[in-house]
């Protein structure tokens, strides 16, 4: 995983891993924190070995508990069990892609959460 992560190995064998992650963001789901459950509820691949290494993944990194402020406004926005909107973690690629990956990214220097106009004009996205 730490080859397929790394942006300056550009090994073939990486498409293989991208078709599968394709329809989810590609690395994004690792920069997550999905339970294992969560992991097998919301990402359908089909190749076992893909699957396995992501479950393996969930089991070693996911943290169920936010002990600091610190913690909590750098934790992942996207693929995290602990974030849920009608129940499931979410992922929302227009996001992703303009660099909206935590929830520091949501609020202002008070650490209150951006108005919704402050928010479309920061990012240029509207909601």
């Known amino acids: 995983m730490k080859k397929y992560l790394d942006n300056e190995n550009c090994g073939d064998w990486k498409l293989f891993f991208d078709s599968e992650l394709k329809n989810y963001g590609d690395k994004a789901i690792f920069g997550g924190n999905l339970n294992k459950t969560g992991t097998s509820n919301l990402i359908r691949v089909s190749d076992p070995f893909v699957k396995e290494l992501l479950a393996i993944w969930s089991e070693v990194f996911f943290e169920d508990k936010v002990a600091t402020k610190e913690q909590f406004l750098s934790s992942p926005l996207w693929y995290n069990s602990l974030i849920r ?43």
């Open 85 to 127: 909107i009608v129940g499931k973690p979410v992922f929302t690629r227009d996001w992703f892609l303009k660099g909206i990956t935590e929830i520091k990214h949501l609020m202002d220097n008070s650490d209150k959460f951006l108005s919704p106009s402050f928010f479309e004009s920061r990012y240029g996205i509207q909601l």
